[in-house]
């Protein structure tokens, strides 16, 4: 697999390769590999959790709004309205209401797996909100209330029907 033609005579300097790269230095110990599915798998995760930081961002900064039953924001929401706004403002397209959220994201997470961005469901997947970690999420409660961050324990643990990460 290594030729040749394919390693450089390197002084500090990078050489690359098809499929591979080579990070070779004079004096260093042997050069390490990276394939080129392994570096893709990584900037994927890392444009993944990008993106859940754009969402949840958004998401904060309409603590306050009105909740409004099939709102979509900018001036008011319902619970997926408001996880649909805030992922479409981090560049990912979600469908309109909280069923259809869960079964349009394949990844599935559970409840110890939560990472920020990530969203909640409950009451039979009826109703959603936004992880936004240290054990809160940010949501559209109901009529007559205000979008805001809340704990999640007991109440929200024992409705918890599942959780899934877009933006992978």
Known sequence: ??????????????AVRAGSVTLAQA??????RTTAKAATAL???ARQRARAAKAVSAARRKVGA????????????????????SWRKAGVRLPRISHSQYRAV????S????????LL?????????????????????????????VKLKGY???????AVRPGG
């Open 106 to 109: 394949r990844k599935k997470v």
């Open 66 to 85: 009105p909740y409004r039953w099939g709102g979509t924001g900018p001036g008011a929401f319902d619970c997926s309205g408001l996880a649909q706004y």
């Open 27 to 32: 004096g260093a110990a042997p050069a390490t």
């Open 121 to 149: 469901f409950f009451y039979g997947k009826g109703h959603v909100g936004i992880y936004v970690g240290k054990g809160r999420m940010v949501h559209a409660p109901s009529s007559g209330r205000t979008v805001r961050v």
């Open 1 to 14: 697999m290594d030729s040749a033609p394919a390693r450089a005579a390197t002084n500090g300097a990078t």
């Open 111 to 118: 409840w110890r797996g939560l990472r920020p961005g990530d």
């Open 156 to 162: 929200y643990r024992s409705a918890f029907a599942g």
């Open 43 to 45: 900037s994927k995760a």
